[in-house]
Antibody, heavy 117, light 107 residues
C-alpha cells in the first residue's frame, strides 16, 4: 500500500524557516517525480515545487523561488521542502505527492504550516 | 503561465443526474490535463489523467473529454459520495497550474 506521511509543520513567525519531510513507502520512490502542493485555508490547490527522479532537476513557482528548496533522499525514500523567509501568504496545508505528466496520483494526508507573529 | 479557467464555481444536482464541469486552458496543453476530487478534510484524489484516462479504482461513471483547449469532466448517475470539490490541473508546462475548483452539492 502506498503511503506518504508528511511531518514538520507548525506555527512559525514571518521571516523564519521550517523544513517539511515526507516519508514514502509502498512503491519504488526513485521511479517517481515528486512534488509539493499546498492549499491555503478554504482555498484551491497550488503547485509549489517538483523534483526529478534523481533530484537533478527542480522546478518552483515564482512566489517561492529563492526561498524554498525541494530535495529528496532516494536511499531513505524521503522528500523534503526547506522553507526560508516564510511569509503569511505561505500559510497552507502542504501535501507531498507523486507524479508529473499523468497527474499527481498519490497524496499524503497533508501538514499544516501557519506563518504568523 | 497557463491559466486554467474552471466553471461553474458551484453546482447542485440530484441523485442519479449527470453533471459536467469545464476547464478552459489559456493555450494548447496537448491533453496534459488531470481531474481531481477532494472531499472535506481529505486529500485530493486523482480521477482522470491525459484528459480522458480513468485512474485505477475510479468508478466508470466519471469520464473526461476535450475539444481544443476546452476540457470537461462528466459524472453520470450521481451518487451521494460524489459530493465534494473538483479541480482540473495542467501538467504540460511549468509552473503547473490548477483550476479554481467546483463545489458539487448533491441534493
Amino acid at each position: 500500500e502506498v503511503q506518504l506521511v508528511e511531518s514538520g509543520g507548525g506555527l512559525v513567525q514571518p521571516g523564519r524557516s521550517l523544513k517539511l519531510s515526507c516519508a514514502a513507502s509502498g512503491f519504488t520512490f526513485s521511479d517517481y517525480y515528486m512534488a509539493w502542493v499546498r492549499q491555503a485555508p478554504t482555498k484551491g490547490l497550488e503547485w509549489v515545487a517538483s523534483i526529478s527522479y534523481d533530484g537533478g532537476s527542480t522546478y518552483y513557482r515564482d512566489s517561492v523561488k529563492g526561498r524554498f528548496t525541494i530535495s529528496r533522499d532516494n536511499a531513505k525514500s524521503s522528500l523534503y521542502l526547506q522553507m526560508d523567509s516564510l511569509r503569511s501568504e505561505d500559510t497552507a496545508t502542504y501535501y507531498c505527492t507523486t507524479g508529473l505528466l499523468k497527474g499527481f496520483d498519490y497524496w499524503g494526508q497533508g501538514v499544516m504550516v501557519t506563518v504568523s507573529s | 503561465d497557463i491559466q486554467m479557467t474552471q466553471s461553474p464555481a458551484s453546482l447542485s444536482a440530484s441523485l442519479g443526474e449527470t453533471v459536467s464541469i469545464e476547464c478552459l486552458a489559456s493555450e494548447d496543453i496537448y491533453s496534459n490535463l488531470a481531474w481531481y476530487q477532494q472531499k472535506p478534510g481529505k486529500s485530493p484524489q486523482l480521477l482522470i489523467y491525459y484528459a480522458s484516462s480513468l485512474q485505477d479504482g475510479v468508478p466508470s461513471r466519471f469520464s473526461g473529454s476535450e475539444s481544443g483547449t476546452q476540457y470537461s469532466l462528466e459524472i453520470n448517475s450521481l451518487q451521494p459520495e460524489d459530493e465534494g470539490d473538483y479541480f482540473c490541473q495542467q501538467s504540460y508546462k511549468f509552473p503547473l497550474t490548477f483550476g479554481s475548483g467546483t463545489k458539487l452539492e448533491i441534493k
